[in-house]
């Protein structure tokens, strides 16, 4: 039974190393010309090459627990391209949901056909919402359902199901949202989902190398820069960032480019669908993804998509996503209350 998951739920998959990506000399600079003011709320990322992945060694020291390998380390070639600062709001989703009238996935049924096996009932709209565990949990060895429920309900609107609402959170990022739900809003803004490729490049914010897009340690001075988990996942989160859930956008220092929440808050959906092979592989001047997406299992009936950036849910000792290189993945279909995403735009 193809049921719907999360991106957490898709960690359980390890996958094998990526063999070495082809060697091509550096033999043409990306464009550097200027590209004119960048539209209200976005900010400039300018051309460049950069080293994209994480390096093993590097690695070893972290609990790499990703859905999608990071490796190898390969050269990347990016023209200049506008980014939005922050995570898209509700604020700004409402406004396309009140102009359109536009259904997300959260609040139609799921399709018979994606899911055959599904049990009768199971289909109603939903999303999967995080739960503490009545009792500790070992993340090594218990189902990830251990951890999460799928609410019927829950939607952009009602966060956490049919009792919550968005009433005292319009400046936090939208959740419970889908790839189609996010494109649908990319295309009536006039924007794009950014590239994998694109998406950490503005991570590092002109840094080559960091685990974070503020540098190699997690809480410089004692400080926290990101909307992670600190404690033991999924048991017991001790709040030293402030924030249980998602926080409002722009609540930690921007990055080098000026982009906010690029590392936890919410999990951030990406244009690039997911195949094994095509990492490593990939084209290196502005690579767009691949064009034959598969799933995790190596089939084509339900897709998988890269998700970047980690979530309030990430932890040291669990999910390190907030780091810049990790890659995690979550199929098409599925939403979840800790992912969300931010648009890209081409001048």
């Known amino acids: 039974m193809r049921f719907?998951?999360?991106?957490?739920?898709?960690?359980?998959?390890?996958?094998?190393?990526?063999?070495a990506c082809e060697k091509k000399p550096d033999t043409t600079k990306p464009s550097t010309s200027e590209p004119g003011p960048a539209p209200e709320g976005m900010v400039l990322i300018p051309g460049g090459t950069f080293s994209m992945g994480t390096d093993p060694q590097a690695a070893s020291t972290q609990p790499v627990r990703s859905g999608a390998p990071e490796f190898p380390v390969h050269r990347v070639v990016l023209e200049p391209f506008w980014m939005d600062e922050t995570e898209v709001t509700n604020a700004q989703f409402k406004k396309f949901i009140d102009a359109t009238g536009y259904k997300t996935q959260s609040?139609?049924?799921?399709?018979?056909?994606?899911?055959?096996?599904?049990?009768?009932?199971?289909?109603?709209?939903?999303?999967?919402?995080?739960?503490?565990?009545?009792?500790?949990?070992?993340?090594?060895?218990?189902?990830?359902?251990?951890?999460?429920?799928?609410v019927k309900g829950a939607d952009w609107n009602h966060p956490e199901g049919p009792d919550s609402n968005i009433d005292d959170r319009m400046d936090h990022p939208v959740v419970n949202l889908s790839y189609a739900d996010c494109k649908a809003y990319a295309d009536w803004v006039?924007?794009?989902?950014?590239?994998?490729?694109?998406?950490?490049?503005?991570?590092?914010?002109?840094?080559?190398?960091?685990?974070?897009?503020?540098?190699?340690?997690?809480?410089?001075?004692?400080?926290?820069?990101?909307?992670?988990?600190?404690?033991?996942?999924?048991?017991?989160?001790?709040?030293?960032?402030?924030?249980?859930?998602?926080s409002p956008v722009k609540s930690f220092p921007p990055n080098g480019y000026g982009l906010y929440d690029i590392a936890g808050n919410v999990w951030e959906i990406v244009a690039d669908a997911y195949d094994e092979k095509y990492y490593g592989s990939s084209p290196k001047y502005n690579p767009t993804g691949p064009t034959d997406a598969k799933d995790m299992?190596?089939?084509?009936?339900?897709?998988?998509?890269?998700?970047?950036?980690?979530?309030?849910?990430?932890?040291?000792?669990?999910?390190?996503g907030y780091r810049s290189g990790a890659r995690q993945l979550s199929d098409d279909i599925t939403a979840s209350n800790h992912t969300g995403f931010r648009c890209a735009k081409t001048p």
């Not at 139609?108 to 503490?132: M, N, Q, R, T, V």
């Not at 080559?208 to 990101?226: C, I, R, S």
């Open 190 to 246: 006039g924007k794009r989902l950014p590239t994998e490729a694109e998406w950490e490049y503005a991570s590092r914010g002109g840094a080559e190398g960091n685990l974070y897009p503020w540098g190699n340690e997690l809480n410089p001075d004692g400080k926290y820069l990101a909307n992670t988990w600190q404690g033991t996942f999924p048991n017991k989160n001790t709040n030293e960032d402030t924030f249980l859930g998602t």
């Open 297 to 320: 299992e190596g089939t084509t009936d339900i897709k998988q998509r890269i998700i970047r950036g980690g979530s309030f849910l990430c932890s040291e000792g669990y999910c390190t």
């Open 4 to 19: 719907p998951t999360t991106s957490c739920l898709a960690t359980a998959f390890l996958l094998c190393l990526l063999a």
């Open 107 to 150: 609040e139609k049924a799921f399709s018979p056909e994606d899911y055959p096996d599904a049990p009768p009932g199971s289909l109603d709209p939903a999303s999967f919402i995080f739960k503490k565990p009545s009792g500790d949990v070992d993340v090594a060895t218990a189902d990830h359902m251990a951890w999460w429920n799928l």
